[in-house]
T-cell receptor, first 113, second 115 residues
């Protein structure tokens, strides 16, 4: 049973376009939702994160939108660049969970010049 | 600081062989984790530790054992490797806290193939 569902599996965007990746969760105990970015041959690294008490968080070109009632959250990459080409994972964890992360399946993003 | 390091980077095993993957972190983190990454399945937690001398099972613990004898090291063992354990293994560490918002720092991974 996949507790965090992520879509799409892959995404191709032209340089300068907007990349959108969606995630949905089931467990209402989750209260922290990070996004990790992974380049080929490397380990994942934290990109941006949000808590459910806010509906949006923006850091540079990256924005998380959060809909608590729908149990959905999404990552928006504005002005996508070839250097953003990577695999993106959404994740979730709960306050009492020792920071254990439940990951989505991942989205492979390719930004074409 | 090296952050989180993993040894080895690559390994090929035959079915039934055993091996140990070593993870080391120099950030003085209390919590450490072992994940496996498989295509289309994201990262799944195998085992984790919330302090020296403690370990606990994650989502997919079967076929693996772990030990945390020193705070900075977290070992993952495969006693009798199976082809289903072919995967990329990542170690991670984080600070403690019940707020759930402490970043996990990942190592570079170990690519394991079991023939």
């Amino acid at each position: 049973q996949q507790q965090v569902k992520q879509s799409p599996q892959s995404l191709i965007v032209q340089k300068g376009g907007i990349s959108i990746i969606n995630c949905a969760y089931e467990n209402t105990a989750f209260d922290y939702f990070p996004w990790y970015q992974q380049f080929p041959g490397k380990g994942p690294a934290l990109l941006i994160a949000i808590r459910p008490d806010v509906s949006e968080k923006k850091e540079g070109r990256f924005t998380i939108s959060f809909n608590k009632s729908a149990k959905q959250f999404s990552l928006h990459i504005m002005d996508s660049q070839p250097g953003d080409s990577a695999t993106y994972f959404c994740a979730a964890t709960s306050r009492s969970g020792y920071n254990k992360l439940i990951f989505g399946a991942g989205t492979r993003l390719a930004v074409h010049p | 600081n090296a952050g989180v390091t993993q040894t080895p980077k690559f390994r090929v095993l035959k079915t039934g062989q055993s091996m140990t993957l070593l993870c080391a972190q120099d950030m003085n983190h209390e919590y450490m984790y072992w994940y496996r990454q498989d295509p289309g399945m994201g990262l799944r937690l195998i085992h984790y530790s919330v302090g020296e001398g403690t370990t606990a099972k994650g989502e997919v613990p079967d076929g693996y054992n772990v030990s945390r004898l020193k705070k900075q090291n977290f070992l993952l063992g495969l006693e009798s490797a199976a082809p289903s354990q072919t995967s990329v293994y990542f170690c991670a560490s984080s600070r403690p806290g019940t707020s759930g918002n402490n970043e996990q720092f990942f190592g570079p991974g170990t690519r394991l193939t079991v023939l």
